[in-house]
């Protein structure tokens, strides 16, 4: 194979990018991640400055349309009912994410078999389980063994402190009579993988100067990187190219100095969240594909779902 085709293209360095590329990382096949934004320095977040609320409608704002940056792109909500918030940059929106780790339950799995809504799941809960194990311990998941709710399972490091907050809704929940359980959170309660641990001071969603915040630029990607994966920021792909078979065959991509290239590739991997994905896969149309790319269904780009969890 020549040197310039990738085993395997990632798009987006996000929460799956990253996962993406640290579990392929072993394989001895050359993976490439193309990521339209670029690293963060963990001292530029605003919470390293006394008016760190007010920086938070600027450049580490959570609606890209507030934040501006040349490394976003902007969205059109006026059809929305919400808006989107995300970040653009190596670790994607686990930079400003609010780190709340709550897996799946067993029965979201089966929601159609279960409340009739929807469809079921074509794998479930046990499937994933080993999954959710591994991406716990490589994040950094801290929580308490034992909620009811769940199968069996034990959270790599103890539980975060409640805080004032916490307990007076736990009080509120008992007073009801209602199931609580302190929730996973991909936040360090005592030093691990040589990151110290959270300090407890609120501000996570602007970004974690502390390094207790588990986002995917410090937990997979420097283990994918050291691990010979080649990571290219501020490369934002256009389109998917596809061969005679309509098969992907590579990308076409502005580099850093916004000069148009190609990158060659046996396998594209798409990892742009819910709406970078779908704008990549419409942009790519062809004669296989005159409506985009995975698009047969006409339903690429719509029924945009948020979870509030
Ligand atoms: C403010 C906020 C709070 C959140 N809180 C939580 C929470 O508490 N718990 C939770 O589980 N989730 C939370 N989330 C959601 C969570 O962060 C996302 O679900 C998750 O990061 C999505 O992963 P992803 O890989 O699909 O996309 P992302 O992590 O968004 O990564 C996508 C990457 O693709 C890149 N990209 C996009 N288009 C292109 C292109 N054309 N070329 C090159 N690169 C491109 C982007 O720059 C980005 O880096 C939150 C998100 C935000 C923004
Ligand atoms: S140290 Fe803890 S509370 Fe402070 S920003 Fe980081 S994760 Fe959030």
Redesign the pocket.
């Known amino acids: 194979m020549s040197e310039d085709v990738a085993d395997v293209l990632i798009i987006g360095a996000g929460a799956s990018g990253a996962a993406a590329a640290w579990s392929l990382s072993d394989t001895g096949m050359r993976i490439v991640c193309l990521e339209q934004g670029g690293w963060v320095d963990p001292t530029d977040y605003p ?1 390293n400055a006394a008016n760190w609320e007010s920086q938070s409608f600027g450049p580490y704002a959570i609606d890209p349309n507030v934040r501006g940056l040349e490394t976003d792109y902007p969205i059109n909500n006026d059809d929305s009912e919400c808006v989107v918030v995300n970040f653009n940059g190596v670790g994607g929106s686990t930079i400003l994410y609010g ?1 709340h780790f709550p897996r799946l339950h067993p029965s979201d799995f089966k929601v159609k078999t279960l409340d009739g809504v929807a469809d079921d799941w074509p794998i479930d809960y046990a499937t994933l389980e080993p999954y959710f194990v591994e991406n716990d311990r490589i994040m950094g998941v801290s929580g308490l063994a034992g909620d009811p709710m769940y199968p069996p399972k034990q959270p790599p490091l103890p539980p975060l402190a409640m805080g004032l907050v916490g307990e007076t809704v736990a009080r509120g929940y008992n007073k009801l009579g209602w199931h609580w359980w302190p929730s996973d959170s991909a ?1 360090i309660s005592e030093p691990y993988d040589g990151r110290d641990r ?7 969603m602007s970004g ?1 100067s ?1 390094g ?2 588990s986002s995917t630029d410090i937990t997979y990607w420097p283990r994918a990187v050291q691990r010979g994966v080649e990571l290219r920021t501020r490369c934002r792909v256009r389109e998917i190219a596809v061969d005679d078979e309509g098969m992907a065959k590579g990308v076409h991509y502005y580099d850093e100095n916004g000069d148009e290239q190609f990158q060659r590739a046996e396998i594209v991997i798409m990892a742009c969240n819910g709406i970078g994905t779908p704008r990549i896969l419409l942009n790519s149309k062809s004669s296989h594909f005159p409506d985009g790319l995975a698009n047969r269904s006409g339903l690429v780009g719509k029924n945009l779902m948020f979870a509030a969890s």
Not at 198 to 204: E, K, Q, T, V
């Open positions: 919470t780190a936040i959270c300090l407890n001071l609120g501000p996570c974690c502390q207790g915040k």
